[in-house]
């Protein structure tokens, strides 16, 4: 047997599947108390539909970092057997270092500026779209992700190919 030994920053500087399978290792030997709250939170999740993200983003699409925030909480975080199947986690670091975002505030707003779109655009003023968990993660439901995905699948196209206009 071999014992290894991390500090914070060696893990914080880990690339982010890294980070998912030392969380993952953690979470089978030791639990987890933080995913308490997200994994009650996966059921007032909204799933987000295709068509409610395409409007989403056409909401925002003035706010580039705002876009870009949205864009993030569709992003593959890696493997993590230990959620539900109809929730998905984003690193709020990865996040901030994806968007280039300096300032948790920053985040903040871009994210309440999209969930202020979405439930305009779903017509629910009560619509959760996002959790949060004490260590530093945020939660969509899958559905929001897939949808996000296919956004961004129509959005960013290989050079060469004809993008489709966004309402």
Not at 89 to 118: K, N, S, W, Y
Request: hydrophobic share 45%; charged share 20%.
């Amino acid at each position: 047997m071999v014992g290894l030994v991390l500090s914070p920053e060696q893990v914080k500087l880990a690339p982010p599947e890294v980070r998912a399978w030392l969380h993952a290792l953690l979470e089978a030997e030791y639990g987890n108390p933080e995913l308490h709250g997200a994994r009650e939170a996966h059921e007032t999740l909204a799933a987000m539909t295709p068509e409610e993200a395409a409007a989403v983003l056409a909401q925002i699409r003035e706010d580039f970092l705002a876009a870009q925030v949205f864009f993030e909480l569709g992003r593959e975080s890696g493997y993590t057997p230990h959620l539900p199947a109809h929730l998905h986690r984003v690193a709020i670091p990865d996040i901030m270092r994806h968007a280039q975002i300096g300032e948790l505030e920053h985040l903040a707003a871009c994210l309440d500026r999209i969930t202020v779109a979405f439930r305009a655009v779903r017509g629910d003023p009560e619509a959760v779209l996002v959790a949060f968990d004490q260590g530093g993660g945020c939660y969509v439901n899958t559905a929001t992700r897939r949808s996000i995905q296919a956004i961004r699948r129509q959005v960013v196209r290989p050079a060469g190919s004809v993008a489709t206009p966004m309402p």
